[in-house]
Each structure stands twice: as C-alpha cells, then as structure tokens.
C-alpha cells in the first residue's frame, strides 16, 4: 500500500504534515510493502499511484477526484509523517468520502 502525505519539506518520516493538500510544496510517499519514504514535488503527483491520502484539508473537487480514482482519504492536520501512519495503523483517523465531507470542516 502506498500512502501519500502533503509536506513542506522534502525530507524523511519526521517532516511535518503541511495542512493542504492543493498547496503543499512536496509530498512524501510512504510504501507499506517496502518501508520506505520518498518525496517529491508536488506536481509530480500524477502517475505515483497512491492508495490513501492522509492531509488535514482539501477541496471539494479534489476530494471527489480523487475517491473517484478509488483513493481513500483520511484527515490528520498535525504531526509527522511518522506518527501520522501510526495513528492510520492503529485506525484513530477520520476517513473522509464525498458523501460524509459535507459536515466536516476540512474539507474546504
């Protein structure tokens, strides 16, 4: 499975969460099968094949695009990389769809 998380730097598993998906500079993508962190621009999402997004915000239309793709999304606004994925493991995240996001103020 991989995992993409918006960042602000390039880095490692101990980068920051950035808050928004559309406006973070980097993201880093974390291989569950491999263990491994990688980072890239943000523009050079497509094509990375991502299974989940973890971020603390998006837009509507994002959202959409990207439960279309069969991505899933899940909400965490803080913390790094590292502790993100863990509270993903042990399954403390919100999943947001289309159909829930309406009542929930991260997505924007």
């Known amino acids: 499975m991989r995992i993409c998380i918006p960042t602000e730097i390039p880095k490692d598993?101990?980068?920051v969460v950035y808050g928004h998906l559309e406006?973070?500079?980097f993201f880093t993508i974390?291989?569950?099968?491999?263990?491994?962190f990688t980072s890239h621009p943000m523009g050079a999402l497509d094509g990375k094949n991502v299974d989940i997004v973890i971020c603390g915000g998006m837009s509507a239309d994002a959202l959409q695009k990207l439960n279309e793709a069969g991505v899933r999304v899940y909400i965490a606004s803080s913390g790094t990389v590292e502790e993100v994925i863990k509270k993903y493991k042990q399954?403390?995240?919100e999943e947001i769809t289309v159909e829930n996001s309406r009542n929930n103020l991260h997505c924007c």
């Open 91 to 93: 399954d403390k995240l």
């Open 13 to 15: 598993k101990n980068t």
């Open 23 to 25: 406006r973070a500079p």
């Open 30 to 36: 974390y291989d569950s099968e491999k263990h491994t």
